[in-house]
């Protein structure tokens, strides 16, 4: 019998695959025979990761594109439609912070976080529904944070876009079903990547905070997110849309 994980014949793009979480997600893709789309605004990371998915398999390409840019979006499914000839997977997972409180953050740097993290988002999966519904179904992955869930004196505009996209992925998975399409988020917990590197540098005793609420009693590494990913890319997961999955170690349970 066929297993419910195999990814094999199936396309997915991934945003900021290059590095992170992102490329945790994209290990565990093309592990599961997925054929993988890398976008980001650097290429030469995204070629570099492009170059060790073929390695384990999978055709691979690597699309430069600013995912907060519609016209950029609308060429970067083209070409990915184009390579391949299908869509059915799209995990929007590119994100940024600024890390300021409210009184201090400017309109310009709300806007830029918004955008990254939400508008992006909207941007993506509307410029890939054609794709997925001509596939007959398919998935969306919204990246979320435990910052959908709560708040931080520091992140004013990461929380609003992070508690937003929990919304968007509720919306998109009611508009989207009658389509076959399952829309879902994960929100991950505290995870060693370059974001929360800075992070640690600018909040104080974040490191050892985490560490404490954790129950798992350790910080996330980027290849926990790669069962998350093939579980709500593959047909395992065809009768669950609109969640918001927290993969954090029990940080979210945690008094
Ligand atoms: P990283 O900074 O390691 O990676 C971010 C990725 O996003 C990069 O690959 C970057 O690629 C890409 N990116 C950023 N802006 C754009 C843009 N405008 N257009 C295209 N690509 C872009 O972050 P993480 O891996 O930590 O974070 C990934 C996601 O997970 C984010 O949504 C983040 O909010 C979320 N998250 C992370 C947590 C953590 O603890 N690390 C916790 C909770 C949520 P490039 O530089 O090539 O543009």
């Known amino acids: 019998m066929a297993s419910p994980f195999d990814l094999r014949g199936k396309v997915a793009i991934v945003t900021g695959g290059n590095g992170g979480i992102g490329l945790g997600m994209t290990r565990g893709l093309a592990d599961a025979g997925a054929d993988i789309a890398i976008v980001g605004r650097n290429q030469a990371k995204s070629d570099t990761v492009a170059a060790d998915m073929m390695a384990r398999g999978v055709r691979a390409v690597a699309v430069t594109a600013d995912v907060t840019d519609k016209d950029a979006v609308t060429a970067m499914i083209a070409r990915v439609g184009d390579a391949f000839g299908r869509i059915d997977i799209l995990i929007n997972n590119a994100g940024i912070n600024i890390r300021k409180p409210p009184q201090a953050l400017e309109l310009d740097e709300w806007s830029e976080v918004i955008e990254t993290?939400?508008?992006?988002?909207?941007?993506?999966?509307?410029?890939?529904?054609?794709?997925?519904k001509a596939a007959g179904g398919g998935k969306i992955i919204?990246?979320?944070?435990?910052?959908?869930?709560?708040?931080?004196?520091?992140?004013?505009?990461?929380?609003a876009s992070k508690g937003g996209i929990v919304q968007f992925t509720r919306a998109c998975?009611?508009?989207?079903?009658?389509?076959?399409?399952?829309?879902?988020?994960?929100?991950?917990?505290?995870?060693?990547?370059?974001?929360?590197?800075?992070?640690?540098?600018?909040?104080?005793?974040?490191?050892?905070?985490?560490?404490?609420?954790?129950?798992?009693?350790?910080?996330?590494?980027?290849?926990?997110?790669?069962?998350?990913?093939?579980?709500?890319s593959s047909a395992a997961s065809d009768f669950l849309t609109g969640t918001a999955i927290p993969v954090d170690g029990g940080y979210s349970v945690s008094a």
């Open 117 to 132: 993290n939400l508008t992006s988002a909207f941007l993506c999966s509307k410029a890939a529904y054609p794709a997925l």
């Open 142 to 159: 919204n990246i979320g944070s435990m910052m959908s869930i709560f708040g931080a004196s520091f992140a004013p505009a990461y929380a």
């Open 173 to 232: 998975a009611c508009a989207w079903a009658v389509d076959n399409i399952q829309v879902n988020a994960i929100l991950p917990g505290w995870i060693d990547t370059d974001l929360t590197r800075t992070a640690r540098q600018q909040v104080d005793g974040l490191h050892e905070r985490v560490l404490a609420r954790t129950p798992a009693a350790r910080w996330g590494e980027i290849g926990d997110f790669a069962g998350i990913a093939v579980f709500l």
